[in-house]
């Protein structure tokens, strides 16, 4: 049969390009689904901030009336200005396997790349670093987190077989905890404290963290600046993404460093892991979704690691010893026997080196493709 593509106008349309990965994983023991309305608000001009900057276009495919693929153009137009580089983006990538739905995506993501005047297709790539991005090549056997894309093996065959190449690889570890904190971790912490005068900010609810929260997006800014297809995001997401995730904060998860003079440092962000409460949610919090990542959130052997980041000055003195002392000892703390690091680029030797205190196995890895037009 025949694979027809449409383009996605209306909010029905919508609904059936965020539905069809729920169906195309229905069952699937690692495949971890998104909750459908963050989908929407992310894909929806009206509500995401990104718009400023970025255009995008969504196709459907079909075969008779069943959807059997979709995927989702982006022109990030601070990305070209920053980087100098004239690339269409393409993400939220999926099909059924077979070859010629993939190529019928894929062309339409081209077919408008080239009358924007790009010169090349990169992706999976969002709207924004934050996003999803990397389409897993390795790990298949492994449960997904709620940071990243989980995908079949078959996605990355197809796309190579239509002449798509490597542009950069994420390494991820699964990190088993010790039984106690590593002496050596927790004698490097201090010193680094006292050397350089750094404190922890004491806060035991999420309301106490907030004020920090355009403090620790700057510092995103700041310290992810350097790192493949980042723009800095604007106030109005700051705004947006502070809303959409401080609420669900756990204090002892987040440990914040100031200078002497209380001005951000260093911080990580990181959560006991959603994966198996969002697989149990199905995409939606009612009737029991909420239920169940509240129950996760409460009680959980793994953790997900989401966020690091430190001052550029602070780089290389050890920061980071602080930040994975105080979050080993809330997981040990907490019950927690495995943490996962989510996404790092495979060149990032800096947030590689902190695992060496650890007993870490690189398990997953994830690629961007592009391909020069």
Sequence with gaps: MNVTIREVTT???????IDFPYALYKGHSYYVPPLSFDEKATLRKDK?????????????????????GRIAAILNKA???KWGNAYMRFGWIDFED????AKALIAEVEKWATE??????HGPMGFTDLDHEGMLVHGFDQLGTLAAIYNYPYYPKHIEKLGYQKDADWVEYKIKLPDTVPEKLAKMAGVVERRLDLHLVKAKKAKEILPYAKDI?????????????????????????????FSFIRTDFVPLIVDKDGKLVAFGISMPSLSVALQKAKGS??????FHILKALKKNKLADLYLIAIRKEYQGKGVNAILMHEMTKSYLKNGIEYAESNPELELNKKVQSIWEHY???????????IKHL
């Design 79 to 81: 990305y070209v200005e």
């Design 11 to 17: 909010n029905s349309q919508l609904n059936a390009f």
């Design 116 to 121: 924007k005047g790009m010169k090349a297709v």
């Design 285 to 290: 919090l009612l009737p029991f979704g909420l």
């Design 217 to 245: 997006f700057e510092l995103i800014n700041e310290a992810y600046s350097e790192l493949y297809g980042v723009v800095p995001l604007t106030d109005k997401q700051i705004a947006y993404y502070t809303k959409q995730y």
């Design 359 to 369: 007993d870490a196995v690189q398990h997953k890895r994830r690629r961007c493709y």
């Design 48 to 68: 995401n901030p990104a718009f400023d900057y970025c255009e995008a276009r969504y196709w459907l495919a079909y075969k008779g009336k069943r959807v059997v």
């Design 98 to 101: 077979d070859e010629e739905i």
